[in-house]
């Protein structure tokens, strides 16, 4: 009798350490998604003065290559895209009358938003940012040209210079290009808050988001170092725009909800650009509370 207590006992004991073990991992698996975004904060919040920094977010954030909306064009779109080449077909699509009008009012949300290019004087700083200028397509061997930049004002070239536009193409042709290629994501119109946001995802790599009691920024800001390497991040503030500008935000989660938000954001302009977030649900969770006061629908908890 003893011995089948003594039996009993080892597998009570067994049962109850393997429950112990089970809620020890757990625990630590909970523990290793649980983020905070304390570090960011201490680096983004100096160049944001007078501002209440309410989230940074932890990763970049990617721009799908269709939308919901327009994924069942795409097949039908992707047999065009080679004859889209021809710029004159882009601006058809585009709707885009005078490509030099265009390209004026592509300038002038960068110009809103993100501040770089108030003054042709700045030029010089926003190029100096960039490694290299943008290199002349290659010729063919056998019939090789050399080709002479195409003339650009000095607000211009800063533009060019800022999203490593090529020196010998014309702007529009450039833009128009971007435009079509991303239709899918966003308003479609490069001249839009919308527009002027996408430029600069375009441009850069590793933009998180930032969001305070007045703005919505973009940030340039490499991932977080290991834990015992020094953080040697020096982030820049790419693009922003006051929080009245924004008219709503739909967010989602989908199949990857644990590590993926999708929002859709709509400007006063009536553009739109849809950003995909790949954030653990502890940084989902300060984005929304972030924005909870901007109209929209959000996922339940």
Aim: no cysteine; proline share 9%; aromatic share 6%.
């Amino acid at each position: 009798m003893s011995g089948e207590r003594g039996r009993l006992g080892r597998f009570t004991d067994a049962v109850l350490g393997g429950a112990r073990a089970a809620r020890d991992k757990a625990r630590e698996l909970r523990d290793e998604f649980r983020t905070s975004d304390e570090p960011e904060r201490a680096l983004v919040a100096p160049l944001l003065p007078g501002q209440e920094l309410r989230y940074v977010g932890l990763g970049p954030v990617r721009v799908p290559q269709t939308h919901k909306a327009g994924r069942q064009l795409a097949d039908v779109m992707a047999d065009e895209f080679v004859d889209s080449l021809d710029p004159m077909v882009l601006f058809g699509l585009l709707n885009i009358v005078n490509p030099v009008v265009w390209v004026d009012a592509v300038l002038t949300p960068v110009r809103l938003a993100a501040g770089v290019l108030l003054l042709p004087g700045k030029a010089g700083a926003v190029a100096a940012g960039v490694p290299e200028a943008a290199e002349p397509e290659p010729a063919p061997p056998h019939r090789r040209v050399q080709r002479d930049p195409i003339p650009l004002t000095e607000e211009q070239e800063a533009f060019r210079a800022l999203f490593r536009l090529s020196l010998y193409r014309p702007l529009a042709e450039q833009l128009a290009e971007i435009a079509y290629r991303r239709r899918f994501v966003f308003s479609g119109d490069l001249a839009t808050l919308a527009g002027s946001l996408l430029l600069f995802l375009e441009r850069y790599n590793g933009t998180p988001l930032a969001v305070t009691d007045t703005h919505l920024h973009l940030l340039r800001m490499g991932p977080r170092p290991d834990a015992d390497r020094p953080d040697r991040r020096q982030p820049r503030v790419l693009w922003g725009v006051r929080r009245d500008r924004v008219a709503r935000i739909d967010s989602e989660r989908g199949a990857t909800g644990l590590v993926q938000l999708t929002s859709t954001i709509v400007f006063d302009d009536g553009s739109w650009i849809r950003l995909t977030q790949p954030a653990l649900r502890d940084d989902q969770s300060r984005f929304l509370t972030a924005i909870h006061d901007l109209p929209g629908q959000r996922p339940q908890p």
